[in-house]
């Protein structure tokens, strides 16, 4: 599926903005400080829709930059492995691609080649000062239907915040006002401040930045990091939804005025089926990444339309002798455990765990950037991003709603996604990548175990 670019533009904010130098907080410099891609797909815009696509696109696009200012300049390093943010309004790209293909299912190609021919691509080889942080590709089909992919620099923001944005975005394509402003201010998010005495809850101790669990007999991870993997759109129905939770919550392990979330449920159910696949021996250690969003877990709560990074990654360790042969209860236990971690205590302690660091490139998720060396990639572990109360549907430019949405590119063995269906259900979507030489096995897993 060729998608052959017609144009290619650079666009500024409406109107001019502030200009200058804008820090970043500590959570933006750490992890993955690249790009992440996201697509859209649209269904022939229908005759009531008298505008030009492209330009209504370029024209909104302008004028949310006028707000959401800083997505329109540039990334540069300072000493010591940190990232300052030049707001200098140099704009962002917007691609316009046509392709001769007929779209007729979208995931027939999630994950290959031809898809990545829809999304931006981002040259990490030039100097971080002239990569734009937002990038977006509108691709139109044969049938008349319409793509858009963007990917939004990781550096700046985190998923709430880029949604927000792309949802501004649309609505100033339809005629609307802002639903809400952004909120630029970082400092809310900076330590400095006394930490009080008696902490209520475990404070941070660096451990997600500790070298990850091996694979039993191996010193690296590079072997692992070099087999070929594949992505797997897996659903859940509402039902077997249920019946998990349900056996989650019947344990021991639950705590009976709570009982365990959507996401620690199906979270620990995946990491007992990749323990399976990936066949483990008993004693193997394993880790899962899990992300958690701060914004109201500092005190006071970040304020509405904060726009930056306020996610962290903790970590949940076991052995996968332990997940496989306890009950789902346990695995969701130790996630469940980990997530309750993060309090206002641990979130300040964090921040300033990383401002005492000489260098914040030992923590930066290289493998964004062109090589496979991040931190939790691969087998042993895993990590898995809940997308489930992010506002990621109904993205809409004046030709109306998606017809499918989904994550960009994602080819790192372990990296899994947790997504709300667009049919609002209750059913989920597991975006889920792994060694091809697994893959089977996972799905096998995945089904029979519920």
């Known amino acids: 599926m060729a998608a052959i670019i017609i144009n290619t533009y650079t666009v500024v904010p409406a109107e001019p903005t502030w200009t200058g130098r804008f820090p970043l907080a500590e959570w933006d410099q750490v992890g993955t400080i690249t790009h992440v891609p996201t697509i859209y797909f649209y269904d022939k815009p229908p005759v009531s829709f008298q505008g030009n696509v492209v330009e209504t696109l370029q024209n909104s696009l302008s004028h949310a930059l006028f707000h959401f200012y800083p997505?329109?300049?540039?990334?540069?390093w300072l000493p010591r492995g940190r990232?300052?943010?030049?707001?200098?309004?140099a704009g962002v790209t917007l691609i316009e691609a046509e392709s001769e293909a007929e779209l007729s299912d979208f995931n027939n190609f999630l994950g290959t080649k031809e898809f990545e021919k829809l999304v931006p691509q981002v040259n990490y080889k030039t100097a971080i000062?002239?990569?734009?942080?937002?990038?977006?590709?509108?691709?139109?089909?044969?049938?008349?239907?319409?793509?858009?992919?963007?990917?939004?620099?990781?550096?700046?923001?985190?998923?709430?915040?880029?949604?927000?944005?792309?949802?501004?975005?649309?609505?100033?394509?339809?005629?609307?006002?802002?639903?809400?402003?952004?909120?630029?201010?970082?400092?809310?998010?900076?330590?400095?401040?006394p930490l009080p005495p008696f902490a209520s809850s475990p404070l941070y101790e660096g451990k997600e930045f500790e070298e990850p669990p091996l694979l039993i007999g191996e010193t690296d991870c590079v072997e692992e990091r070099k087999k070929e993997t594949v992505v797997a759109m897996l659903k859940l129905s509402k039902s077997q939804l249920e019946r998990?939770?349900?056996?989650?919550?019947?344990?021991?392990?639950?705590?009976?005025?709570?009982?365990?979330?959507?996401?620690?449920?199906?979270?620990?159910?995946?990491?007992?089926?990749?323990c399976k696949a990936r066949g483990h021996s008993p004693e193997q250690p394993t880790g899962l990444?899990?992300?958690?969003?701060?914004?109201?877990?500092?005190?006071?709560?970040?304020?509405?339309?904060?726009?930056?990074?306020?996610?962290?990654?903790?970590?949940?360790?076991?052995?996968?002798?332990?997940?496989i042969s306890n009950e789902l209860g346990f695995a969701a236990g130790k996630i469940s455990k980990a997530i309750k971690n993060v309090t206002n205590d641990y979130v300040m302690t964090a921040v300033e765990y990383l401002k005492s660091h000489e260098n914040l490139k030992e923590f930066q998720d290289i493998h964004t950037l062109g090589s496979k060396?991040?931190?939790?990639?691969?087998?042993?572990?895993?990590?898995?991003?809940?997308?489930?109360?992010?506002?990621?549907?109904?993205?809409?430019?004046?030709?109306?709603?998606?017809?499918?949405?989904?994550?960009?590119?994602?080819?790192?063995?372990?990296?899994?996604?947790?997504?709300?269906?667009?049919?609002?259900?209750?059913?989920?979507?597991?975006?889920?990548?792994q060694q091809m030489a697994h893959m089977e096995a996972f799905k096998k897993h995945f089904y029979e175990d519920i």
């Open 244 to 274: 998990l939770r349900s056996r989650a919550n019947r344990s021991q392990y639950a705590d009976p005025a709570r009982g365990f979330t959507r996401y620690e449920t199906v979270t620990g159910h995946v990491w007992r089926c990749a």
């Open 289 to 323: 990444v899990i992300c958690v969003d701060a914004r109201n877990r500092v005190q006071p709560p970040l304020p509405a339309g904060y726009f930056g990074n306020a996610t962290l990654d903790v970590v949940a360790a076991s052995t996968s002798g332990e997940l």
């Open 373 to 433: 060396d991040g931190p939790f990639y691969g087998n042993p572990n895993l990590g898995l991003v809940s997308w489930l109360t992010l506002p990621m549907y109904g993205l809409n430019f004046g030709w109306g709603q998606e017809v499918y949405m989904g994550p960009g590119t994602n080819d790192l063995d372990g990296n899994s996604l947790l997504l709300a269906d667009k049919n609002e259900d209750g059913s989920l979507i597991l975006a889920t990548c």
């Open 129 to 193: 000062e002239t990569i734009p942080l937002f990038l977006a590709q509108v691709t139109k089909f044969k049938c008349g239907r319409i793509s858009l992919s963007v990917k939004v620099s990781h550096a700046v923001v985190d998923g709430q915040s880029a949604l927000h944005f792309l949802s501004e975005w649309g609505r100033i394509a339809r005629g609307e006002p802002l639903e809400t402003v952004p909120f630029l201010d970082r400092k809310v998010l900076w330590a400095g401040g």
């Open 71 to 76: 997505l329109a300049g540039r990334l540069r």
């Open 83 to 89: 990232l300052e943010l030049d707001c200098n309004a």
